[in-house]
């Protein structure tokens, strides 16, 4: 489903004049690149950055061509890794912030890893 133009503005006039919303948004497109949402951690970084420093400046600063950003940051675009993560250190040099990667547990994968399932097959076997 399409953004409407006002919800965009919206975001855009948050992010400009709420500083904790503009860190969880980095934070949030940062954490959904990490857990392997590429879509929509690119969306995240890409409504970040028009409501923050701008793609021509994100392009001065990372010297990657503002077309290729707008390429990169679309729904067909594929960073590579190296030219992203240095967008993110650009990005949070920018905003004053340092995100540090913590360690947390994930849930059972399937049903079978899970300690409820272990636990009836156990009691079924006794």
Do not use: C, W
Request: proline share 6%.
């Amino acid at each position: 489903m399409a953004l409407t133009r006002d919800f965009r503005q919206t975001v855009q006039a948050r992010v400009k004049q709420d500083p904790a919303f503009r860190h969880g948004l980095l934070g949030e497109a940062i954490e959904n690149l990490l857990s392997g949402e590429v879509a929509l951690g690119k969306e995240l970084l890409r409504d970040y950055i028009n409501a923050t420093v701008g793609f021509p400046k994100l392009a001065t600063q990372t010297k990657i061509h503002v077309k290729t950003l707008h390429q990169m940051f679309g729904p067909r675009g594929n960073p590579t890794a190296s030219k992203l993560f240095g967008i993110v250190a650009y990005l949070q040099r920018a905003e004053g912030l340092r995100f540090k990667l913590r360690p947390a547990r994930r849930g059972p994968r399937t049903m079978r890893e899970s300690p409820s399932f272990r636990r009836k097959r156990d009691e079924s076997s006794a």
